[in-house]
């Protein structure tokens, strides 16, 4: 009697995953140690239903681009497309985040089996009003990093010189020299003349940075890992 090869949700998705970036089926099935007869039969069901046993619950959000956001990427990706691993080494990518400090249930997900949707392991707490929040700030630059800065309330263009510049920024300047190059991204407040002229006091050299593109920044995939 032959036995059933029983696939879990996480494998159905890596096999997918590998058919749909140009593998064959022969190829899976020497990778993943798994009957070619079997990959096929997936494969075939999600040509058929686009349905491998995943249900989406949520869309991905993206922020949406213009033309002109896509021209202004592509123009600084070619520009620093042929930088040596010396010239990144000398940018600092900022960033900063808010943080609840009480579940979002919006944005929460579990896999649960039918009918158990009221057990206690799949059931959060809900927030009506939100309840309270941490914004924190961090840099990174090849090598090293600054400390987590954490603050209560809202990052104002004075808080950001007199912080976060003055006390996390200026001290990577001060030990690399002249080469240093700092990125931030287009908040209000990071564009606010206080904060340029402090820039400009210090020497700082600013990377331009093109707008809607946070998925440029490592720090930004940091938070993601964390929340």
Known sequence: MTQRTHLDDFLRGRIIGRLECGRTQLEVSDELGIPQSVISRLWQRFHNDGNIGLYARRPVRCVPLTATHCRLRLGWSREHALWTSQQWACVMFSDESRFSL??????TFIWRAPGTRYQQENITDQHRYGGAGVLVWGGLILGSRTDLHVHIGT????????????????????????????????????RANIVSECLQSEDITR?????????????QHVWGMLG
């Open 102 to 107: 009480q579940s979002d249930s919006r944005r």
């Open 155 to 190: 990052m104002t263009s004075q808080i950001y010189r007199d912080v976060i510049l003055e006390q996390h920024v200026r001290l990577f300047r001060g030990a690399m020299g002249a080469q240093f190059m700092f990125m931030d991204d287009n908040a209000r407040p990071h």
């Open 207 to 219: 990377m331009d940075w093109p707008a809607f593109s946070q998925d440029l920044n490592p720090v």
